[in-house]
């Protein structure tokens, strides 16, 4: 049997290796392990994702493909280190973190590739091919610089220019993330059975961890939703090329992210405002609302936190003059 690096089936990569007996399963990982080959220790980590971890197989595709970068990153790290994966030393998983530290990335990514590293081991420990757990007493330093500082929202003025240089698909791809607040993998898996214009709602199937959710839509979103429903709805015009990527329910004619990226990205191109992904399209929806607001509580429903934490520390914490009406007159 040959083991292969993810190829989109979690299902599949777990049976290539659960089927096996517990001594070969334990053989294999450990040839794998001291050959340092990368292909066959993601294909273990993402196995045992799939059969062991939270989510299981229903684990999203985004987390999937973060801990097969973080996994082959850091086995190409032991590589180049001289890093015994079966029998690390006892400041090997420090080394690690400090090394990443020291090349500039930043608190955040580093957790994300200690999450992947971490994952690995299990998985070795899953497959009984070692007891090592370096990075259980390994530190990676708190980022103590707010979220709305280090990636903040698009200002408004920019998006009032972005929408006069879009399309109708482009409008209605950026208010799905700058009001509805939307992260992207949701509008991506939209279908239409699942927008009303007429009550101005968007249900939202597929949720970070599998949660649903109605998120109410704006004046200008329904208006934008019923053009580009005239436009590309069920019945409407076909798109451009003839060809779909998705099936025909799916709002959007594609699923990728890189896709959605190209098509929003000409937008911004033309209007002479840098683009920098859609994550401060949707810190923008939550900062507005905040403001608007001051309630923390429906602002995280809107934007489908499961914490208020998450919206008051990293999405849409108060502009530094919102008291200055207040302060007027002092």
Request: glycine fraction near 10%.
């Amino acid at each position: 049997m040959t083991l292969v690096q993810y190829q989109g089936n979690v299902l599949a990569q777990s049976r290539a290796w659960t089927n096996l007996h517990d001594e070969e399963l334990r053989r294999r990982t450990v040839k794998a392990a001291g050959e340092k080959d990368v292909a066959a220790l993601v294909s273990l980590t993402l196995a045992y994702l799939a059969h062991q971890g939270g989510s299981g197989v229903l684990t999203s595709p985004r987390t999937v493909e973060a801990y097969a970068l973080g996994t082959r990153q850091f086995v190409e790290y032991a590589t180049a280190n001289a890093v015994n994966l079966l029998r690390p030393g006892r400041h090997d998983a420090q080394t690690y973190i400090n090394h990443m530290l020291a090349a500039g990335r930043k608190p955040a990514g580093v957790q994300l590739k200690v999450a992947a590293a971490s994952c690995l081991y299990r998985a070795l420990r899953w497959a009984g091919a070692t007891e090592a757990d370096p990075f259980r007493d390994a530190k990676v330093p708190k980022d103590r610089t707010p979220g709305i500082v280090k990636r903040p929202p698009y200002a408004e003025d920019d998006l009032q220019d972005v929408l006069e240089h879009a399309n109708v698909h482009e409008k209605f791809l950026l208010f799905l993330i700058a009001h509805a607040g939307l992260r992207i993998s949701e509008a991506l898996a939209l279908d239409w059975t699942d927008l009303d214009e007429g009550a101005r709602r968007i249900h939202v199937r597929s949720g970070k961890g599998r949660k649903g959710r109605v998120v109410a839509m704006s004046t200008s979103l329904a208006r934008a939703a019923r053009q580009y429903r005239g436009q590309y709805g069920p019945g409407g015009p076909q798109h451009h090329d003839g060809r779909r990527a998705t099936p025909p329910e799916r709002v959007f004619r594609y699923g990728s992210t890189f896709t959605a990226r190209y098509h929003l990205g000409k937008a911004f191109q033309a209007a002479g405002v840098p683009f920098r992904g859609f994550h401060p399209g949707r810190k923008y929806a939550g900062t507005r609302l905040v403001q608007q607001l001051k309630d923390f509580g429906r602002v995280a429903a809107h934007l489908g936190h499961e914490s208020v934490d998450t919206t008051r520390k990293g999405y849409a914490q108060l502009a530094a003059d919102d008291l200055k009406d207040d302060l007027a007159g002092w």
